[in-house]
T-cell receptor, first 112, second 116 residues
Framework: TQLLEQSPQFLSIQEGENLTVYCNSS?????LQWYRQEPGEGPVLLVT?????EVKKLKRLTFQFGDARKDSSLHITAAQPGDTGLYLC????????????FGAGTRLTVKP | EAQVTQNPRYLITVTGKKLTVTCSQN?????MSWYRQDPGLGLRQIYY???????DKGDVPEGYKVSRKEKRNFPLILESPSPNQTSLYFC???????????????FGQGTRLTVV
């Protein structure tokens, strides 16, 4: 069982549509990170959320950290083909070791 | 240029033949880690290191060894590779550990390992 559960696993949408990706856990996290990975490359950090209830915006991407710091969401407005990729959430559970856990990822395809 | 460099990018080997995947970072980061990435399972941490001579097991350490003799290098060693270790491997580094403040992980390009 993954410490961080991401949904959906796969998402295929048309250009211009909106979408939301979820990252859930039963554990509390001091912070959560969202990464984007393209084929043949390592993941690249998009954002880190730290405070419960925090909302961060990165152009068309909106990230939210749950009030209890157990979950997070990524919302993309008016998706573009360039948004295609694997989106991963990651973090270290509060009070745990310094081992970093990743969700299984959401593979997004945006069709022109 | 700030980067994490791992070598080789691709490797095909036979069962039981010891191999080492190298990882080097030029950002003076304290925290380094190794992950394997498998379809449907995401990234799973193999080992991590908080600093020189300090290493700890991650989620899936069986069959792997690491060492951290210098701050910049963190090699991954497979003493006796088996087919179930066929995977895509990533090395990563960050200024501070995940429980800290500067937690952005910088990843290498990946090593695709096939064990036959």
């Amino acid at each position: 069982t993954q410490l961080l559960e991401q949904s959906p696993q796969f998402l295929s949408i048309q250009e211009g549509e909106n979408l939301t990706v979820y990252c859930n856990s039963s554990s509390v996290f001091s912070s959560l990170q969202w990464y984007r990975q393209e084929p043949g490359e390592g993941p690249v950090l998009l954002v880190t959320v730290v405070t419960g209830g925090e909302v961060k915006k990165l152009k068309r991407l909106t990230f939210q950290f749950g009030d209890a710091r157990k979950d997070s969401s990524l919302h993309i407005t008016a998706a573009q083909p360039g948004d295609t990729g694997l989106y991963l959430c990651a973090g270290a559970a509060e009070g745990g070791n310094n081992d970093m856990r990743f969700g299984a990822g959401t593979r997004l395809t945006v069709k022109p | 240029e700030a980067q994490v460099t791992q070598n080789p990018r691709y490797l095909i080997t036979v069962t039981g033949k010891k191999l080492t995947v190298t990882c080097s970072q030029n950002m003076n980061h304290e925290y380094m880690s190794w992950y394997r990435q498998d379809p449907g399972l995401g990234l799973r941490q193999i080992y991590y290191s908080m600093n020189v001579e300090v290493t700890d097991k991650g989620d899936v350490p069986e069959g792997y060894k690491v060492s951290r003799k210098e701050k910049r290098n963190f090699p991954l060693i497979l003493e006796s590779p088996s087919p179930n270790q066929t995977s895509l491997y990533f090395c990563a580094s960050s200024l501070s550990p995940p429980q800290g403040v500067y937690t952005e992980a910088f990843f290498g390009q990946g090593t695709r390992l096939t064990v036959v």
